[in-house]
């Protein structure tokens, strides 16, 4: 017997597991091809190493000084620091001599170093511009001035400066409050010297 568009039971059977076949056969490809790409992902290697190298500043400080004939500001770093950045800029367009050293403490914090020589007042505004007075920062290191960034500002949280005899030192820093003012004693170490 057939049915009114002439297909046999046999026939009407035949199709309809055919559709489902197609629905289950689209299923296993699709898991499948997550198990293809998980086994991907356990698999491939990943370089969970830090990419950025410690800098052996103290050598490129040593460097620098022996040119310039300038004493450059390379504290002994407390435990768990490390400098990822050194850098001694002796042509600049302004006349200005730079020394910049970058520390990474243990717990990613940062505090940049900057030593300037031959500054003058327009370069010192330029360095502090958008930064405003820190009234949270303790005043027990003299001669330092302790700024954070304005409102409109998008820099580190905080912007220590010292200047003495024409020279310039600035510090920026995501650590806190203290460990800052343990550079600030490091750096006044470096400069009695």
Known sequence: MSDP???????????KHRAKQTVVNLILSIIATLGIV?????????DDSNRIKPVDYLAVAA???SSSKLNLIAPELPEGWWAN??????????????WKVGFVGPDNQYIGLTQAFKVNPTWVALRTQGFENDPTATNSIPDWKFL?????TDADPYLWTLERDGNFVSLTSTASLEELAIF????EQELAK
Request: aromatic share 2%; glycine share 6%.
């Open 5 to 15: 568009q002439g297909k046999t039971p046999a026939e009407d059977s035949a199709a």
């Open 38 to 46: 998980l086994i991907t992902i356990l698999i491939v290697p990943r």
């Open 63 to 65: 460097g620098a000084e």
């Open 85 to 98: 950045q050194a850098r001694w800029s002796s042509a600049s367009s302004d006349g200005v001599l730079v």
């Open 148 to 152: 954070r960034p304005d409102a409109n």
């Open 184 to 187: 600030a004693s490091l750096v």
